[in-house]
């Protein structure tokens, strides 16, 4: 079973579980593969992508996740799907309190537009390029990355528990400055004025951005500067480390025992009311559906929720059969929905069904009907069928009723009012239209 979340970070705090990292992308391991790796503490996974990118998991499985800053660019074009599809993951993995680091080193920065005040004077078809080309650069919301003509080669180490990667290792072009409301939740290395090593923290996660330069052909040194970057960052991660575990929230204190009880009782009755709401929601949702959704649902609900046996038609999406209890199909439903109200129209498409169908007119005909569909307010929704409609139905032996009738027929069904072979006997022996009210009076109009 895959961890994740406040469960996994807890099993990690008490050295219970091992941290599981991913190290993604072959801009960032070169040639490495996971048996140069290793660290007892964690169980670390390589995948070179564009190679392997089917192995990856999700991305909330993860405690760690290093990439390069622009890993899915392939020298002047960009895997684009897949990155938004791990930018999409990443939102999900942050949510469940992963950290995630970028490094960089020599990165493409958009081009000065003196004018721009509101976009750090980037110029917007250079951030849109750079947005195409650069998930790290993505994730800087008001942070403007710059690149120096000369390597920055030391920086004014703030975290000390960087220290001896950065000292190595710790060298790019690129520095980073905040404008409008931007911020850096946490400094790691600052070169003057410049940011090269910062914390960004999204959700329960974080981000961080770190100088890293790297030499390809020198498999061992580029093995000896990932392990140090990812013993630092654990090290940065336990000590960042403020929410409450999970066997924390047991009670400390006397009188939080008693307030706890309290809540866990309140909680229970409330959960014990939603239970009893969910049945209402569902016959509710209903009157919000339209087309493939309500063609789909109908048969379910009254399958599921009313007792009556059915079988969906394959010829005609809107159409299904209600059974007998020998299984024989016993009244041909066709589901419509109308943005406004009623259409007439959609008798003479159930008159043809039934037609094609090669059955008499005599055959019971139901047709589900949920107009409206605009409406603001129940009393624009829970509009009647007019006269000449349902005569029309009631002259063609076809019967309407309206998803609220149906629905109201269900809460009828469920307050005992009215048997499951009662629904059954007033579809089959009605036409024109149906009409339930909140009482559950039942009214035939024709």
């Known amino acids: 079973m895959k961890l994740q979340g406040q469960k996994r970070d807890d ?35 390589v995948i070179p992508f564009p190679t392997n990118y089917e192995l990856l ?46 490094v960089h080193y020599k990165e493409i920065v958009p081009g000065p537009d003196k004018y721009g005040y509101e976009t750090g004077y980037m110029a917007k078809s250079e951030i849109a390029k750079c947005r195409d080309f650069q998930i790290g ?7 403007r990355p710059s690149v120096s003509k000369d390597l920055l080669l030391s920086a004014d180490i703030a975290r ?12 790019s072009y690129n520095g980073f400055t905040t404008y409008g409301d931007g911020k850096f939740d946490d400094v790691i290395c600052r070169f003057g004025n410049f940011a090269v090593g910062f914390v960004l923290n999204f959700r329960k996660g974080r981000i961080v951005y770190l100088p890293f330069q790297r030499d390809y052909t020198r498999k061992k ?8 970057l990812i013993d630092c960052l654990i090290t940065y991660i336990v000590k960042s480390t403020s929410d409450i575990p999970i066997w ?44 493939y959704i309500l063609e789909s649902s109908i048969p379910r609900f009254i399958s599921e929720y009313m007792g009556l046996k059915v079988h969906r038609d394959e010829k005609y999406k809107e159409d299904f059969w209600i059974l007998n209890d020998a299984s024989q199909k016993n009244i041909i439903v066709e589901v419509k929905s109308m943005v406004k109200g009623f259409k007439k129209s959609a008798i003479f498409s159930l ?24 409406a603001g307010t129940w009393a624009d929704k829970d509009r009647k069928i007019d006269k000449q409609d349902y005569e029309v139905a009631a002259q063609n032996n076809i019967l309407i009723l309206r998803v609220e009738d149906l629905v109201r027929l269900w809460d009828a069904v469920r307050l005992k009012k009215l048997e499951t072979k009662d629904v059954l006997s007033l579809l089959l022996s009605k036409k024109g239209w149906l009409y339930i009210n909140d009482n559950h009076d039942v009214k035939e109009f024709k």
Request: aromatic share 12%; proline share 2%; charged share 25%.
């Open 160 to 171: 000390n528990e960087f220290k001896s990667f950065l000292d190595k290792w710790g060298a």
């Open 57 to 102: 998991e999700r991305l909330s499985t993860y405690s760690l996740v290093i990439l390069d800053y622009a890993a899915f660019q392939d020298g002047v074009s960009v895997r684009s799907e897949p990155q938004d599809i791990f930018e999409k993951q990443m939102l999900d993995a942050l949510d469940a309190g992963t950290t995630f680091c970028f």
């Open 248 to 291: 924390g929230t047991s009670p400390f204190f006397q009188e939080e025992s008693l307030i706890r009880k309290e809540c866990d009782e309140l909680e229970n009755k409330l959960e014990n009311a939603f239970s009893r709401l969910r049945p209402f929601d569902a016959a509710k949702s209903l009157l919000f559906q339209s087309e």
């Open 137 to 143: 650069f993505r994730w800087l919301f008001n942070i």
């Open 11 to 45: 099993l990690i705090a008490t050295g219970k579980a091992g941290h599981n990292i991913l190290l993604f992308g072959n801009k960032l391991v070169g040639g490495l593969s996971k048996t140069d790796l290793n660290h007892e503490n964690a169980t670390i996974h």
């Open 221 to 228: 040194d580029l093995a000896d500067g990932l392990q140090s």
């Open 351 to 374: 008159y043809n069904h039934r037609e094609e169908s090669k059955l008499d007119e005599a055959f019971p005909a139901l047709l589900i009907a949920n107009c409206n569909l605009q």
